[in-house]
């Protein structure tokens, strides 16, 4: 499966992005997908992930209640709604792919990687 992460950009603190992942190839839908982001001289570490069926989700703990994954099976897309901005979010996103049903946290856990978008946030 081949991923496609956009909706990055620069934006305020406090303000609101919202990034999407578009998969193509084999079927989106049999697909675990999580988000990632690595800050400049950090390691990549989780952000959120959803199951194929949507019914197990899982975040970061310094994301939780400001962003929202969720994904369009049909569009074969998973989106990220980031609210309440915060300058450590800045990072560049990565999307992923996993073969199962659930809501995998571990980097190596997922098999297909999109290339990234940045997000900035300027306090």
């Known amino acids: 499966v081949q991923l496609q992460a956009s909706g990055g950009g620069l934006v305020q603190a406090g303000g609101s992005l919202r990034l999407s992942c578009a998969a193509s190839?084999?079927?989106?839908?049999?697909?675990?997908m999580g988000w990632f982001r690595q800050a400049p001289g950090k390691e990549r570490d989780f952000v959120a992930g959803?199951?194929?069926?949507?019914?197990?989700?899982y975040y970061t703990d310094s994301v939780k209640g400001r962003f929202t994954i969720s994904r369009d099976n049909a569009r074969n897309t998973v989106y990220l709604q980031m609210n309440g901005l915060k300058p450590e979010d800045t990072a560049v996103y990565y999307c992923?792919?996993?073969?199962?049903?659930?809501?995998?946290?571990?980097?190596?856990?997922?098999?297909?990687w999109g290339q990234g978008t940045q997000v900035t946030v300027s306090s």
């Open positions: 190839g084999r079927t989106f839908s049999s697909y675990a």
């Open positions: 992923a792919a996993a073969v199962g049903d659930y809501a995998y946290t571990m980097e190596a856990s997922y098999s297909y």
């Open positions: 959803i199951s194929w069926s949507g019914g197990s989700i």
